[in-house]
């Protein structure tokens, strides 16, 4: 069955950089676009970044974009986010996702998310 | 950028009710359009794809329409366990933009 497990996260200072990771399995990962969709504190979904299923093609939030990276390794099935200078506002879960295209799409599997705290 | 707005924010209805959900485009997006629930404390899940085609398992209650600008979101008769927060996601391009969420409570 597909799984999508997230690490990396945890608690950082402002200004300082993370990378996530997202191990899939189940599925064939270079078949399919992926996303990064976060959740701060009880608020609502925020879509971050996808990345089409080469790698070639990828897009940013203008929340992010100049600070976060989105890339894959096709050989190691696995999804990454590279997040520098993070700021408080960054604080949330972090979720992967599987697109149902091969550049975006819509999400129809979700990783349980890794939590990001951005605190001094 | 395409902005989504779904409404109402929030909305208490009774079990067996007929509950609807509005999301609107402020430009066309066709029908490049998603439904997704979320339950407290759990991780979001689809629910309909390509504004009206219902993902494999989701209850026939479900059901989604609209084409272009105005979207919705339909629960034929409401359930207990469909207590949750609500999101319509854009995804024709990017950036693929999400509702604010509407929170479907039991009254």
């Known amino acids: 069955q597909v799984q999508l497990v997230e690490s990396g996260g945890g608690v950082v200072q402002p200004g300082r950089s993370l990378r996530l990771s997202c191990a899939a399995s189940?599925?064939?990962?270079?078949?399919?676009?992926m996303h990064w969709v976060r959740q701060a504190p009880g608020k609502g979904l925020e879509w971050v970044a996808v990345?089409?299923?080469?790698?070639?093609?990828?897009y940013c939030a203008d929340s992010v974009k100049g600070r976060f990276t989105i890339s894959r390794d096709n050989s190691k099935n696995t999804l990454y986010l590279q997040m520098n200078s993070l700021r408080p506002e960054d604080t949330a879960i972090y979720y992967c996702?599987?697109?149902?295209?091969?550049?975006?799409?819509?999400?129809?599997?979700w990783g349980q998310g890794t939590l990001v705290t951005v605190s001094s | 950028d395409i902005q989504m707005t779904q409404s109402p924010s929030s909305l208490s209805a009774s079990v067996g009710d007929r509950v609807t959900i509005t999301c609107r485009a402020s430009?066309?997006?066709?029908?490049?359009l998603a439904w997704y629930q979320q339950r407290p404390g759990k991780v979001p899940k689809l629910l309909i794809y390509?504004?009206?085609t219902l993902q494999s398992g989701v209850p026939s209650r479900f059901s989604g329409s609209g084409s272009g600008t105005d979207f919705t979101l339909t629960i034929s008769s409401l359930q207990p366990e469909d207590v949750a927060t609500y999101y319509c996601?854009?995804?024709?391009?990017?950036?693929?933009?999400f509702g604010q969420g509407t929170k479907v409570e039991i009254k």
């Open positions: 996702s599987r697109t149902t295209g091969t550049t975006t799409g819509d999400a129809d599997y």
């Open positions: 990345m089409s299923y080469d790698g070639t093609k990828e």
């Open positions: 996601q854009k995804y024709n391009s990017a950036p693929l933009t």
């Open positions: 189940g599925f064939s990962f270079r078949s399919y676009a």
């Open positions: 430009q066309g997006i066709t029908n490049y």
């Open positions: 390509g504004a009206s």
